[in-house]
């Protein structure tokens, strides 16, 4: 089993302190830490020392009365140095404009107890008692019982700086002489003048109050062991009010005017004068190179003098600052050392010592500190990104120097065509077996080399050589004698992928989670065109987008849906809302895709001028075949354009329009799946031809999958209006794009510039995931055969490298740019259908700049540079909700947006209005 030996930081033991009541004990603060008087919890506080339930304020006392939530204390902070004690206690539910009240907190040396009598009542005359019989020894230690009754010295009385006049901060200290708390009456003790901090305390909104009590106050000298006891608590001024909460724990109101008894008292052990603090190096650490700088501070700064020993053959006196830092440069030694390090002043001393390592050696234990590999760094990988078949690349692996006894590079070739080579000695590049290792398949191990040294670091080398297009997938074996480690990606954070961790430096790991780094190989003869390259493309859904033509709107009640011969709803004005087919009180319940507002492809030609305005070089359409929906997704036939976008007439007129303004035009191509209600289905009996439904003796039989003919067919999803089609049948292949007059080549060859693929991995999953599916290497081959540039973009969510080696698509609509744009522009987590831990563009979890720049470079590092330069890169689309509901939901405001997009005032399950 692997240790991550660097940093690990072992406490210091410190001895026990001599002190009178030997039952009593405390944490200790952090040697040489300061106190900053300001309300805030300084390091020197270290663990708490006393706490309280949180939530347990009685009702109908002050939580239920405006102004006093505030008083929840939960846990009590206390530290010292030479001159003062200070407190701090945290207020989560403090804040200066609505809370209001007052405090107590007192304070016993042990100096004044009773067996017998009253208990004192507080300063304020409440109905507070201090019948002190117990104390606690720290956080959850049990109450120790006392014979006697302790009585405080001091009582610090005041009240908060808050919402009402009275509260102004204002403190005093009162002393006990025996009888009652009278020394001190009437003296501003630490009162505060309009802000937030005084003399001797202070608060800080929403955090907590914080008391500096000098010993002087306290009457006593501040010795080593000396036992000090404290008790919190929260209350208001007046005869019969108790004690609303305190820390510790202890008799509290159950009722607004319901007194108390308060028994429990927690212990502070006052920490010797002499602090010393080492903040550098860490107990335990390894380092690479001999040179490290041991620092530190010491309190009090002046009269001490620091002493730092090496290994007790190298001694050294660094000098100390006025604010008691110091630092020394040391030299260590190979091995193990020990560094001493001594503050002394005339009286007292203290001592910290500090165990390191300096260089690795064969010990069956590999330090994972030292392991380094970022895929895009040119000193890892050798060149970085994708790479031409036929490339040299170089993979380095960086180890603490003398640390391991082997690497080897565990290449996983996703094509089960040969695999890469390389050109160094081949003896036991392939291994059997292991689970880590793999075995067989496209699996191949590369022994690594170590091929450059110096004091700190190891590098190991190896170079492969990629001879056809293909992902590879590479990740190292680590080994120092009996202990095996993983260097792999890290992409996977909390059981989620996580966009912005995929590539550049990686992680060790005890075990392989198969998260290996990512090498695309890509045909060197890949072009995409030029034109689609800083190209601005406008997507238009025709329905919704103008309607140019009335005269071939659905007509409600007329439209053939899907065996209903009097379907479709037309929208009587433009702007009319939309129908929700999900609400059951609606006459439109469950009627999905046969809304129509009468947007058609004159439209899109009218409003071209405008488009060009907005500096649009390209139009991808979604689909514009006659079909019996809106969307258009379920095709009838691919021969003609819809009548109610126009016909084949005004997609030839938008064409000329836009070609004469520079505009090209993408379509959308839905080849994978077809309508029921096709010419090639037939499912209603509604065309001249014979549907594969209606006869299996159909020419179009072959094209579908029947599990039990005719009603039980493949379809796509489980929607049986969408049967899908056989993508591996030769016949449906020459009609879409291998035959004469192909379907895809007749509409490039009318004037379209390129197609976008519809659920393209459905019909092909790519080149990597099955070779022996050549469609889209066909379909590629017939449309460039017809014009050379025609844009191929496929529609894939996740990593689309298997599709973009060179032979299949040139792009992609680019979901994963989505992804880590929306995920930097989100406030809070949001997560939809798309966006989600199972799904593939992932969860939209609020990211950093660093995490989007590394998130963009990823998908620079998957892609070839011929495809990321024409993806379609989109914040939505008609597949998505819209961004601005994307990013409004559930927001306050929209930080990075324009202020014309801040969406301010919105509750988490409101939405901007306009998305």
């Known amino acids: 089993m692997s240790r991550i030996r660097a940093l690990l930081a072992l406490g210091v033991a410190i001895g026990a302190l001599a002190f009178t009541l030997m039952l009593f004990s405390s944490p200790l603060p952090v040697r040489g830490a300061t106190v900053t008087l ?159 901090v005084g003399t001797h305390v202070a608060f800080a909104d929403g955090v907590g109050v914080e008391f500096a009590i000098p010993f002087a106050d306290l009457g006593i000298t501040p010795a080593p062991g000396t036992p000090i006891h404290l008790q919190f608590y ?9 004690a609303y909460d305190t820390v510790p724990a202890d008799d509290q109101s159950t009722s607004w005017d319901d007194a108390t008894t308060q028994q429990y008292l927690a212990t502070y052990v006052l920490a010797p004068a002499l602090t010393l603090e080492v903040t550098h190096p860490p107990e335990g650490a390894f380092f690479a190179a001999p040179e490290i700088t041991v620092t530190g501070r010491v309190s009090p700064a002046v009269g001490v003098t620091v002493t730092v020993n090496l290994n007790s053959t190298a001694f050294h006196t ?27 002043s005339e009286t007292e001393a203290a001592t910290v010592v500090r165990h390191v390592t300096f260089g690795a050696q064969h010990d069956d234990d590999v330090f994972w500190d030292g392991l380094l590999h970022d895929s895009r760094d040119p000193r890892y990988r050798t060149p970085v990104g994708p790479v031409p078949a036929g490339t040299l690349v170089t993979l380095r692996l960086r180890a603490y120097a003398g640390d391991l006894t082997g690497v080897s590079l565990r290449v996983w070739d996703s094509s ?119 190209g601005v493309v406008y997507q238009i859904f025709p329905d919704r987008f103008r309607n140019g033509d009335p005269s071939n709107d659905v007509v409600s009640g007329t439209h053939f849906y899907y065996g209903n011969p009097t379907g479709g709803i037309t929208y009587t004005t433009w702007n009319a809302e939309v129908i929700d087919p999900r609400d059951p009180q609606s006459p439109y319940y469950n009627r999905w895709g046969e809304d129509f507002y009468g947007g058609d492809l004159q439209g899109v030609t009218e409003k071209l001028d405008y488009l060009q305005s907005l500096g649009v070089t390209a139009i991808y359409l979604n689909p514009v075949f006659r079909s019996p929906s809106n969307h258009k997704y379920d095709t009838t036939t691919y021969e003609e354009v819809d009548p109610h976008l126009g016909g084949n ?86 009609y879409i794009y291998s035959g004469t007059n192909g379907i895809a080549t007749r509409w490039i060859l009318s004037g379209t510039a390129g197609w976008r693929l519809d659920v393209g991995g459905d019909v092909d999953p790519g080149l990597t995931r099955d070779p022996a599916n050549d469609y889209w290497e066909g379909f590629r081959q017939a449309v460039k055969g017809a014009m050379s540039d025609a844009a191929i973009i496929g529609e894939e969510w996740g990593d689309a490298t298997p599709w973009l080696l060179g032979n299949e698509w040139d792009a992609v609509m680019n ?31 609020p990211i950093t700049v660093s995490q989007l720049d590394a998130w963009l470079h990823s998908l620079a590092e998957d892609y070839p540079p011929e495809a990321l330069a024409v993806m379609l890169n989109l914040a939505g689309s008609h597949d998505t909700n819209r961004v601005r509901f994307v990013l409004s939901y559930g927001q306050k405001s929209a930080r990075h947006l324009p202020s014309a997009w801040h969406f301010a005032g919105l509750s988490p399950d409101e939405t901007d209005a306009y998305q």
Do not use: C
């Not at 006392?146 to 610090?156: K, Q, S």
């Open 318 to 344: 660094p000098t100390v600052d006025a604010d008691g830092r110091f630092t020394q440069p040391v030299t260590l030694a190979r091995g193990a050392n020990t560094l001493t390090v001594t503050a002394e």
């Open 815 to 845: 979901y994963r740019f989505r992804s880590a744009v929306l995920s930097f522009l989100r406030e809070t987590p949001y997560e939809d259908n798309d966006n989600n831990p199972s799904s593939a563009s992932g969860v939209l979890d």
């Open 38 to 196: 300001d309300g805030l919890p300084d390091p020197a506080y270290g663990p708490a020392l006393a706490a309280d339930p949180r939530g347990d304020l009685a009702s109908p006392g002050p939580r239920d009365w405006n102004g006093t939530h505030w008083t929840d204390v939960i846990s009590l902070y206390v530290t010292n140095d030479g001159q003062n004690l200070y407190v701090f206690v945290p207020l989560y539910a403090y804040t200066r404009t609505t809370s209001s009240g007052s405090f107590g907190l007192a304070v016993a040396t042990g100096r004044y107890t009773a067996t017998g009598g009253s208990p004192p009542r507080d300063p304020w005359n409440n109905a507070v008692y201090f019948a002190y019989t117990a104390t606690h020894a720290n956080v959850g230690g049990t109450p120790v019982l006392l014979p006697y009754r302790i009585i405080p010295d001091v009582v610090v009385r005041g009240n908060i700086v808050g919402a009402y006049g009275g509260d102004n901060g204002w403190t005093e200290l009162r002393r006990w002489n025996g009888t009652d708390y009278s020394t001190g009456a009437g003296t501003n003790w630490g009162g505060i003048s309009g802000g937030m």
């Open 234 to 242: 929260a209350t208001q001024t007046g005869d019969t009010k108790g």
């Open 649 to 734: 007439g005004a997609l030839a007129d938008l064409l000329s329009a836009a070609q004469a303004r520079g505009i090209r035009v993408i379509l959308d191509g839905v080849f994978n799946h077809t309508s029921s209600d096709s010419v090639y289905f037939d499912k209603y009996s509604r065309y001249p031809t014979l549907g594969a439904y209606e006869s299996q003796s159909s020419p179009y039989y072959d094209w579908y999958t029947f599990s039990a003919w005719p009603d039980d067919y493949v379809s796509w999803w489980g929607y049986e209006t969408l049967p899908v089609l056989r993508s591996s049948n030769p016949a449906v292949r020459t």
């Open 416 to 534: 089960p065509l040969p695999l890469a080579s390389s050109p160094l000695p081949t003896e036991g590049q392939e291994r059997g077996g292991g689970a880590a290792e793999g075995g067989g398949g496209g699996v191949r191990i590369y022994p690594m080399r170590v091929v450059a040294s110096d004091p700190a670091y190891d590098y190991w080398a190896v170079t492969i050589t990629p001879t056809q297009p293909t992902v590879l997938w590479y990740r190292f074996i680590v080994r120092d004698g009996a202990d095996t480690d993983y260097y792999e990606d890290d992409h996977v954070v909390d059981g989620v992928y996580r966009g912005y961790n995929e590539g550049g430096p990686g992680r060790a790991y005890d075990e392989s989670p198969d998260l290996s780094f990512q090498l695309t190989v890509y045909d060197p003869t890949f072009r995409t065109p030029d034109w689609l390259k800083n």
